[in-house]
Structure formats: C-alpha cells, structure tokens
C-alpha cells in the first residue's frame, strides 16, 4: 500500500510504499498478465519509501520523494531498466510526501504534497526528464524549474492536450475539499479556473478520453498530521464531466 504506480512499456509497475507489517518498501513489483502474478525483475531502491512519486521515460525509471522511517524526502532516482543499474538524480526543491506528478512533452511536473516541518505543500516544479536521467546529482548545470504555486494541495494533475490541469484537492485555508480544475498558462506563467467538479474531491485520480474525464474519488480526511495524514475513512465514487477551453 501507499505505493507509486507507472508503467513500463506495456507492463504495470508499483513502486515502494508500506508491507503488510507496514515496514517501508524499497521494492518494485511488475504486473506479469500471462502468468497473472506479480515479478520482481528489477534491484530494489537504495533508499526505502512510500508515498513517492514515479514516472518512465524512454529505457528509464524516475521516482522522486516519499518519506523513509517517518523522514520526508527530496531525492530522486534513477533506474536504467537495460543495465539495471540506479542512479541519484537532481533532488526536488522541498521535501515531500504524497506529491502528484504527470508528463507533458517529456516535462515532469509535479505538484502538491505534504512538506516536512511546514505542512500542506502547494508547490508546483518541472524538470525535463531528458536532463534529469542524462545528468548527475553532481552536475548543476540543469536545475528544477519552480512554477506558480496552487491554491490547493492534493491535487490530481492532468495532461490534456499537452495544457497542465490541476482537479480538485484540499483547501489549506477553509480546510475543505475542492471542486476547482485548474490549469496552467504558460505564456503568463499562471494559473487559472478551467471548470468545475460536480462536487469537491480530495486526491482523486482522473483519466482523460477525449474531451471527457473519468473521476476516480478517493477522498480522505485528515486524520493526524503527525502520521502523515492517515485515512480515518475512504468515499470512493466514479463520475464523469466535460471540459472546453481554449488550446
């Protein structure tokens, strides 16, 4: 559980989070269809977490942050999935929990979480994975790029015709759920409303078909902050909406 989910080539992969005796993970689990079982192909994580971020790129696994025996972290990793060897990339700029990422281009955006020592995180950073997987953690001559921040946290970020949206998520401020899509404009480097949810969602996970958007609810309420926000409960509900902008 509280693990990151991506894909490699056609196969799915889960990336750390916690075991049944709720230890932390360094271990990846791929998804095996013919067999119906989960594999272990690939070498463990240096650095154990849950609740990180992962995404792929080309013959490379990213994961960035999560929290390792309850420390909240900012490093990133690399796996080259043909050597089977990790790399340390360029950390993020803050220490991070539960961060929502997604690509655009080849740009990794992540956004949101939960800081260390601060609180709910409302920060947004880009990095091109190209440089990210090219380039040392030593080499800095690449550094992440800093966006605007958000109104909320939690957010599920989404790619829709390569515009960077943000659906939903918590509302430090009234401490409420959110039912805003927000979406970045890069050419005056802000953020504006693109829509409304039918009903405020907290860390939904949303899935685009055309100009429709499947919207996974997973909403949970914040339990303790000292545990990292644990879910006293969970609503599931599925429903969908459209969205029109402008390109």
């Given at each position: ?83 089977m060897q990790w790399s340390t990339g360029s950390p993020i700029p803050t220490l991070r929990i539960r961060i929502r990422s ?111 958007i499947l919207v996974w609810e997973d909403t949970m309420e914040i339990a303790d902050k000292i545990n990292y926000c644990l ?17």
């Amino acid at each position: 559980m509280w693990f990151a989910i991506t894909t490699i080539g056609d196969k799915l992969v889960l990336v750390g989070g916690k075991h049944r005796d709720y230890s932390d993970s360094s271990e990846l689990g791929e998804w095996e269809p013919d067999s119906n079982k989960w594999t272990h192909p690939f070498p463990s994580m240096s650095t154990p977490r849950f609740w990180p971020s992962a995404t792929s790129y080309k013959n490379w696994l990213v994961v960035a942050c999560g929290c390792s025996h309850k420390v909240c972290l900012q490093t990133v990793e690399v796996l080259d999935v043909f050597n089977m060897q990790w790399s340390t990339g360029s950390p993020i700029p803050t220490l991070r929990i539960r961060i929502r990422s997604t690509t655009i281009a080849d740009i990794w955006y992540l956004i949101g979480g939960w800081c260390e020592n601060v609180g709910y995180c409302l920060d947004v950073c880009s990095l091109p994975l190209e440089a990210l997987v090219t380039h040392s953690s030593s080499d800095n001559s690449y550094i992440w790029n800093k966006l605007p921040s958000l109104e909320s946290t939690h957010s599920c970020p989404l790619n829709i015709g390569g515009s960077l949206l943000a659906v939903g998520g918590w509302d430090p401020k009234s401490e409420k759920p959110m039912s805003t899509i927000q979406r970045y404009v890069p050419e005056t480097n802000t953020w504006v409303e693109a829509g409304q949810l039918p009903h405020a969602v907290c860390e939904c996970t949303c899935i685009m078909t055309s100009h429709m958007i499947l919207v996974w609810e997973d909403t949970m309420e914040i339990a303790d902050k000292i545990n990292y926000c644990l879910p006293k409960y969970t609503k599931v509900t599925i429903f969908y909406i459209f969205l029109e902008f402008e390109q």
